[in-house]
């Protein structure tokens, strides 16, 4: 694998300076790049995915390569130790991002719109700039009520458990089976734009069975007052 990374680098900067390109692969001052620098890339880029932790036990508990020894799902493996300081880390720079979208002007709406900016005014206070922590801090900061939300589909659910309409018990929200009756969302612009990239990828096709039509019909209806109503209340 390490060869293999050190062939692609050199090809891919090869090609660069035959085409007169600047955007190359530098020297790593680091050293060579191996396999196992990659461990947490690859938590990045498979964890925060929607399904990502299912994504990330299957991967990694079954996949016997350099890149993932020691990271199979068991807790003598590390692997938890990856995932708990990663979550932890995405809730941050949730909140972070959120906070900058606030402090920017930016305008949120639903039942839980009040909800959401004070828990991220909270998380931002609480955990922005913090060292990092080690997995049992991890693992106890993720229940914090300040970090319980959580980004779905064009939507902020900022969990409650008391009054989620998706939930069982309270490990955390089920947002594939998001409700749009729910208390607990919020929907900033980004969201919005979620929606609006939703309906164009509906298909309304009036050849369709009348069944599967009017369903379609009824979505794009469902999303596009959603829209009006976020639209509306930014203009008050």
């Known amino acids: 694998m390490t060869t293999d990374i050190a062939r692609f680098i050199e090809w891919v900067n090869r090609y660069c300076r035959d085409a007169h390109r600047p955007d190359n692969i530098p020297r790593d001052p680091?050293?060579?790049?191996?396999?196992?620098?990659?461990?947490?890339?690859?938590?990045?880029?498979?964890?925060?995915?929607?399904g990502g932790l299912v994504a990330a036990a299957v991967q990694y508990g079954h996949v016997a390569t350099q890149i993932t020894q020691g990271y199979a799902g068991n807790y003598a493996s590390g692997f938890p130790s990856e995932l708990a300081l990663e979550r932890w880390l995405e809730r941050v720079d949730d909140a972070a991002d959120l906070d900058r979208y606030f402090k920017a002007g930016g305008h949120v709406s639903g039942p839980a719109a009040t909800e959401l900016r004070g828990r991220t005014a909270r998380a931002v206070a609480?955990?922005?700039?913090?060292?990092?922590?080690?997995?049992r801090q991890a693992e106890t900061m993720l229940a914090d009520p300040s970090l319980q939300v959580f980004q779905g589909d064009g939507v902020h659910c900022v969990f409650n458990m008391e009054t989620a309409l998706c939930a069982r018990s309270a490990a955390g929200p089920v947002l594939g089976d998001c409700r749009s009756a729910c208390k607990n969302i919020a929907r900033t612009d980004d969201d919005i734009d979620d929606l609006r990239a939703a309906i164009s990828d509906i298909e309304q096709d009036t050849l369709a069975p009348p069944i599967r039509h009017n369903r379609a019909l009824q979505l794009t209806h469902e999303k596009q007052q959603i829209i009006e109503a976020h639209q509306g209340e930014r203009s008050l």
């Open 30 to 50: 680091a050293g060579p790049l191996t396999g196992s620098r990659f461990r947490r890339t690859l938590a990045w880029h498979i964890v925060r995915r929607p």
């Open 126 to 135: 609480k955990y922005v700039g913090r060292t990092m922590p080690t997995r």
